[in-house]
């Protein structure tokens, strides 16, 4: 099992940034998918940012692809996510998660694949 937790939400005005943490710990070496996703009130959650073991690149959903930017701190067991030029839509509750399988090679920006989640940390953008 991998143990995740999010930090670093809050409230922000539209425009404004805010980074948010993931860090993983236990049977960390097993997992070959890590994704962010977000939850709105009343909407299913949707994946943000899907990374790949040993990939240089991770997939942008087309709602954040330019603003949102994915790091990671291999020795911290760290993942950051860097959320410039907030809008009101970005509100919800942010997850980090992780897979040890894949689907035929790839890692889906589906929430029902992913085994361990992070309890989330709320981004709340409004004016």
């Known amino acids: 099992q991998v143990q995740l937790e999010e930090s670093g939400g809050g409230s922000v005005q539209p425009g404004g940034s805010l980074r948010v943490s993931c860090v993983a710990s236990g049977d960390t070496s097993s997992s070959r998918c890590m994704g962010w996703f977000r939850q709105a009130p009343g909407k299913e959650r949707e994946g943000i940012v899907i990374l790949r073991t040993g990939d240089t690149q991770p997939w942008y959903a087309d709602s954040v692809k330019g603003r949102f930017t994915l790091s990671h701190d291999a020795v911290k067991n760290t993942a950051y996510l860097q959320m410039n030029n907030l809008k009101p839509e970005d509100t919800g509750v942010y997850y980090c998660?992780?897979?040890?399988?894949?689907?035929?090679?790839?890692?889906?920006?589906?929430?029902?694949?992913?085994?361990?989640w992070g309890q989330g940390t709320q981004v709340t953008v409004s004016a």
């Open positions: 998660a992780a897979e040890k399988r894949t689907y035929f090679a790839s890692c889906p920006a589906l929430a029902n694949w992913y085994s361990d």
